[in-house]
DNA sequence: CATCAGGGCCCTG
DNA sequence: CAGGGCCCTGAT
């Protein structure tokens, strides 16, 4: 059990996204599952995370429009940052958030189609958000795999617990992720006691692999897309399907969609074709036919506005779906 | 009660 | 390239 620190020290920063970027459907995806190292509220937003060997807190608020986007961020840390420090956040966060995607042509061209056209009024300005490291993000994905919700939001917590620290800032308490190398030096054993049942193997070996500075996430960042499936497929428990969705959400390549997985697959049947079960060919043609250029986009914001009207209202057949 | 597939992936044959 | 095994959980 680790006390929670507190984060006193504030340094506040404003930023401008390139244009159109709405906060909410950027910083809150309903489709996730929730996770104790951020929480969203209209127009605000907080999220730790570890730079330089220590522990933030950063709380997001929304103080533009969609058009003229402006963002305050507040820094919150133990110690006061200096100045380089401050800096170097800035690019980090510019791109956990993407703030710099180009997707303006999406709209353009997609402002009046027949599906797309009322989604698109509602969440101009939604993009693919990374918001974590890319490790993190691994580690998001491992937990996924081949479990329920409730499974993967206790197997996310149960490592917070054991390998993160709490903090608190701006009276939230939030979890924090680690540093790869202190999951590195745990056990197999150790990660199972945890529930996470096989994919402990996963987690040391992905952490070993971070660790020893095997991967490289801002070189990631400038290669490819095919250059970065490769370097993600040698990640050991990682496979085609977390590529798939790392390409998107964590490296913004709006363009392929290549596999849908099968529940989004029953989905999409039903929103798009109103049917039961669509076979993925017939979804992923559809899609190249319509939104070349821009498929996994297209995909996104029906995915999403689907989630967002099941806040507010209750569309029996989705609950279906979704293996809480 | 038992059995089985699953929001995958790895390994084997 | 097909198919079994793996942690667990919920469905049947």
């Known amino acids: 059990m680790t006390k929670t620190m507190e984060l006193q020290n504030k340094a506040t920063i404003e930023l401008k996204p390139i244009p159109p970027y709405n906060f909410d459907a950027n910083f809150h995806k309903p489709s996730h599952f929730p996770s104790s190292d951020n929480i969203w509220e209209k127009g605000k937003y ?16 929304d103080i533009g429009t969609i058009d003229i986007p402006r963002i305050r961020v507040n820094v919150y840390s133990r110690k006061t940052l200096s100045k380089e420090l401050i800096d170097s956040l800035i690019p980090e966060t510019r791109w956990r958030f993407n ?39 691994l580690v998001i994905y491992v937990v996924l795999q081949n479990a329920t919700v409730r499974r993967s939001v206790q197997m996310l917590e149960n490592l917070f617990e054991k390998f993160g620290k709490k903090v608190r800032f701006d009276n939230k308490v939030l979890s924090t992720f680690w540093e790869p190398s202190k999951m590195a030096k745990s ?6 006691d945890l529930k996470v049942g096989y994919r402990a193997k996963f987690l040391m070996k992905i952490s ?6 095997e991967i490289d996430e801002f070189v990631l960042r400038k290669m490819t897309k095919d ?5 993600m497929l040698k990640l050991y428990g990682i496979g085609p399907a977390s590529v798939e969705y790392l390409l998107f959400e964590d490296f913004y390549f709006c363009d ?3 596999k849908v997985p099968p529940w989004e697959q029953k989905i999409m049947s039903r929103l798009i074709f109103k049917k039961k079960l669509v076979p993925v060919e017939k979804i992923l043609e559809f899609f190249k036919k319509k939104y070349s250029g821009w498929n996994k986009l297209a995909f996104h914001y029906i995915w999403e506005d689907v989630f967002w009207k099941r806040k507010h209202e209750r569309i029996e057949w989705l609950e279906k779906e979704i293996r809480l």
């Open 46 to 61: 907080w999220i730790t995370m570890v730079w330089d060997s220590q522990e933030l807190g950063l709380k997001f608020e």
């Open 99 to 137: 703030f710099d995607s180009d997707i303006s042509e999406f709209f353009e061209k997609f402002k009046d189609d027949k599906v797309l056209g009322s989604i698109i009024k509602k969440w101009k300005g939604m993009k693919p958000i990374a918001a974590n490291s890319l490790y993190e993000t």
């Open 256 to 258: 392929k969609l290549e």
């Open 208 to 213: 070993e692999q971070f660790a020893n500075e």
């Open 227 to 231: 250059e970065i499936k490769k370097e």
């Open 187 to 192: 056990t197999e054993k150790v990660l199972r």
